[in-house]
Antibody, heavy 120, light 110 residues
Framework: QLQLQESGPGLVKPSETLSLTCTVS??????????WGWIRQPPGKGLEWIGN???????YYNPSLKSRVTISVDTSKNQFSLKLGSVTAADTAIYYC????????????WGQGTLVTVSS | QSALTQPASVSGSPGQSITISCTGT?????????VSWYQRHPGKAPKVMIS???NRPSGVSNRFSGSKSGNTASLTISGLQAEDEAEYYC??????????FGGGTKLTVL
């Protein structure tokens, strides 16, 4: 059974960079049939897609976040990562890592989510 | 890209049917059959209930069904049960190879 697990600091200071890593187990991140990505949910708000990455490195980003976001992949560790720069309180959210299945374009596996708070 | 439009809340009594709409544009919902629906219970990760407009993944109750007409997709839940009370989100692939979610709908089972 495929499992995804987010890890990283739960508290980030304003103007700094938020960094999270997702470890994939029970399957290979080097699959040609899916993308790996990040989705977040601010308190009291809806889901917001952040971006996806293919194992070979091709990335797709939300236009509203593109200038601040970098998603990368490390196939040797079966991990992918998120960096979000110049954070503000508006970036406080539960961050989910997830798998998007190509062909169906459905996010079929999700991590449990991790709360990241931006505060000084 | 703008979020897909969903009603903020819907409600129904046990046994009844409800429908949640999801309105986008010809660049997302209307242009592709890649609309998915997700259920999220408090404190839990979202779970896919419908993919490709109307496909139910293995293990999802047949009380859940999806459809699409033009730029609007719909999720129907029949025979409402208490356990269906949750937030529901639609999402769609877009013409710029991105993904867009709806704002979410809170379903209350009365």
């Amino acid at each position: 059974q495929l499992q995804l697990q987010e890890s990283g600091p739960g508290l980030v200071k304003p103007s700094e960079t938020l960094s999270l890593t997702c470890t994939v187990s029970g399957g290979s991140i080097s699959s040609s049939s899916c993308l790996w990505g990040w989705i977040r949910q601010p308190p009291g708000k809806g889901l917001e897609w952040i971006g996806n990455i293919y194992y070979a490195g091709t990335t797709y980003y939300n236009p509203s976040l593109k200038s601040r976001v970098t998603i990368s992949v490390d196939t040797s560790k079966n991990q992918f990562s998120l960096k979000l720069g110049s954070v503000t309180a508006a970036d406080t959210a539960i961050y989910y890592c997830a798998r998007l299945s190509l062909g169906y374009y459905v996010t079929d596996y999700w991590g449990q989510g991790t709360l990241v708070t931006v505060s000084s | 890209q703008s979020a897909l439009t969903q009603p903020a809340s819907v409600s129904g009594s046990p046994g009844q049917s409800i429908t949640i709409s999801c309105t986008g544009t010809s660049s997302d919902v209307g242009g592709y059959n890649y609309v998915s629906w997700y259920q999220r219970h408090p404190g839990k990760a979202p779970k896919v209930m419908i993919s490709e407009v109307s496909n139910r993944p293995s293990g999802v109750s047949n009380r859940f069904s999806g459809s699409k007409s033009g730029n609007t997709a719909s999720l129907t839940i029949s025979g409402l049960q208490a356990e269906d009370e949750a937030e529901y989100y639609c999402s769609s692939y877009t013409s710029t190879s991105t993904v867009v979610f709806g704002g979410g709908t809170k379903l209350t089972v009365l």
